[in-house]
């Protein structure tokens, strides 16, 4: 058994397929699968199943996929280690973020610590809450943008606070709430509701829950942005958090909401103990860096 074949395991089930793994790695696709046939008999098990549709793990295949993330990640941070053993931050960063965090809050975080750590290869991308969760939980991110929940700590992650910031009720430049200065959110109920799909989305259930009001939800949307043009296209009303929202909302209005409701954002981690050298600096300057 190899690293190599241990990349290509991890290669094919994170792409779903040999041909979208050999092109990640580059290899040919019979390459990948003799990598993976090679590696089925030295097991002694199937780690895949084939069928019209494409692959699906086994139960084999997930343990085993389980245990090659484990092994490349403590393998890909030897290098770092060492070198950090001698005060160099080395290696590279995976970074996950939620768009509306990218250019506020992780942008300006990101030049600060890449001016300190210039040696350190940054990767960024982006998702929802739950793309991120997920890419925590199986190393594909280092460090993610998580929205924390309403009380308590993010269940199984270590956190460090980034930015609380309002909620905000968002309508149609014409509708007949916009000619008020707040919106309780008792004047949503019984409105047309579009509820978002993403992590704010616990946030607004629990506020109108409190708040005793139920929201009549007409449409389901994923992010801020289809939310905002469907705000403007007349369908319906929302709740989107101010963080990321552009100056020019075309024919939607934000009013703030009664009670006043927040957002909280943090980065986060599976476990500091277990963080690499990139990722231990990039939450020691966060928990330092004044945003």
């Known amino acids: 058994m190899t690293l190599a ?27 990948v699968s003799r990598a993976i046939a090679t590696l089925e008999r030295e097991l002694g098990a199937a780690l895949f199943v084939r069928h019209r549709d494409g692959i699906a793990l086994t139960e084999a295949g997930r343990r085993a996929l389980d245990r090659a993330r484990e092994t490349l ?48 290869r940054v990767r960024l991308f982006e998702g929802a809450d739950d793309d991120i969760r997920a890419w925590l939980h199986r190393g594909a991110a280092e460090v993610g943008v998580i929205t924390l929940p309403v009380k308590g700590p993010a269940p199984g992650l270590f956190t460090v606070p980034l930015s609380t910031h309002d909620m905000v009720a968002v309508l149609p430049s014409g509708h007949p709430l916009a000619g008020q ?23 607004i259930m629990t506020a109108a829950g409190a708040a005793g009001v139920e929201l009549d939800v007409a449409f389901e949307a994923g992010g801020p ?67």
């Open 5 to 31: 074949q241990l990349r290509v395991l991890v290669a094919v089930a994170e792409h779903g397929g040999f041909t979208a793994a050999a092109d990640h790695t580059g290899m040919s696709q019979p390459a």
């Open 73 to 120: 990640r403590h393998f890909d941070l030897i290098r770092p280690d060492v070198a950090a053993a001698a005060g160099q931050i080395t290696g590279e960063l995976r970074l996950a973020s939620l768009p509306s965090a990218t250019g506020t809050l992780i942008a300006r975080l990101l030049r600060s610590y890449t001016d300190r750590y210039p040696q350190v």
């Open 181 to 203: 200065e707040l919106i309780h959110l008792a004047d949503l109920a019984g409105q047309p509701f579009i509820l978002t799909t993403a992590g704010c989305r616990p946030l």
């Open 225 to 291: 942005a289809a939310i905002l043009e469907m705000v403007a296209a007349g369908l319906g009303v929302s709740i989107v958090p101010t963080l990321g929202l552009p100056a020019d909302l075309g024919s939607a209005v934000t009013r703030p909401l009664v009670p006043r409701t927040t957002r909280s954002l943090a980065l986060a981690v599976p476990s500091r103990e277990g963080c690499g050298p990139a990722a231990g600096a990039f939450l020691d300057q966060a928990a330092a860096f004044t945003l």
